[in-house]
């Protein structure tokens, strides 16, 4: 297959003498081997999409236990391009980097530029579903992408603006549920105030407040909805979203001063107890539904670094090498992929057990949250400064090392 051939060798002319399982020797080997990981992953979903022939070449491929095929699979296209251009929209939206990272950043700007005006061009094959209840969660990553990276938006044409604008609309007849799917109507709206759209702002004050004063659990957690859930959707949504979301109304109209200081000591929780569950050897306690997002469990704590809010607690390299230790483990494996180079259901391997009963192939690209540090400058601490142990690795390496604590509000 030519995606195949071609994926193999942009990954060859990409070597920089390190391999997946190598300590780089030098912060711009550190970073290319992020670059290769996250060509890797999306090379399939672009190159596609950018063609018009993503829903020709995606497999098919769903739960076991899935509670609607049909619609799962007639979903899976945006679920693939939201979330896959979410977590590499920092990095398209970054200048530097090594000759070989900005030649692979320029294929990939002209490939997600193409692959969403297909996305939204209703003439088109690769014309996505936008209506419906799974349409406006991915909708929403879609938003969170062209959000992160202004480059992209700027550079769409104003006609694919305008069709991003109209087919995101759309979006607007599905009530979500009440839990964190009230996030994903804000987020879409939050993009339309952040690009001077007519907007809604009881969408988003419903979510601020119904999060900021209804649901905190306490030391550093949200409840997803009235009941708190033992999961990670605290990283793969609910504390990035929030965040975004009231960084874009606190810019735009000054809004929510006070949540935005409340939810600065949430995060700096959250990111401190994110970095404590990865273990010594990148693997992560596989609890909760949405497993089989595999890296996008870390979504928050990669938000954190990529915006340099870590709170004092944790170095940059320090997170560097745990998030890296992370996607080692979860995306470095060929058994991550079908022959195509297509991820394949599970965490650590082909795993179809693990899925939900939404879960599709689409599903698996949150996986990209991340990669979002390469959003940050090449030159950045996260990238310059010498590799340090995160927690797990230090402790259980038999070396002295602060204790954790909970956090009170006050």
Known sequence: MKTKKFMA?????????????????????????????????????????????????????????????????KAQYLEALGRAFSGIAPWLNGEGGPAAEIKLRNQYRTLVIASIRNATDSTKNDYVLWKGAQPLVDASFFALGLVRAPWIWEHLGSKTQQDVVTC????????????????????????FLRYGYEYNPLTIEYGVRTFMYQWYAGDGLFSDGQHFHNDYYNSYVIQPYLKEILDIAGQKNGRYKQEREQLSKINDRYSEIQERTINADGSFPAYGRSIVYRSGAFHHLANMAYKAQLPASLAPAQVREALFAVLQKTLAPSAT???????????????????????????????????????????????KDAPLPWSSKAIWNGEDFHGDHAMDLK
Do not use: H
């Open 168 to 191: 995101l609309r759309q979006t607007r007849s599905t009530v979500p549920g009440y839990n964190n799917w009230i996030l994903f109507s804000g987020m879409i709206e939050a993009f």
């Open 337 to 383: 992929y079908d022959q195509n180079g297509w991820m394949v259901i599970g965490l650590n391997g082909k795993q179809p057990g693990l899925a939900d009963t939404y879960n599709n192939q689409g599903s698996l690209y949150l996986c990209t949250e991340a990669l979002l540090p390469l959003g940050l400058a090449p030159d950045a601490p996260f990238w």
């Open 9 to 73: 060798l942009a990954m060859l002319c990409l070597i920089t003498g390190n391999t997946y399982g190598q300590e780089a020797k030098d912060a711009d080997g550190r970073r290319m081997q992020w670059v290769q990981l996250l060509d890797k992953v999306v090379r399939p979903v672009f190159t596609n999409m950018a063609a018009d022939q993503l829903r020709k070449n995606m497999p098919k491929e769903i739960s076991p236990v899935s509670d609607n095929p049909d619609a799962r699979i």
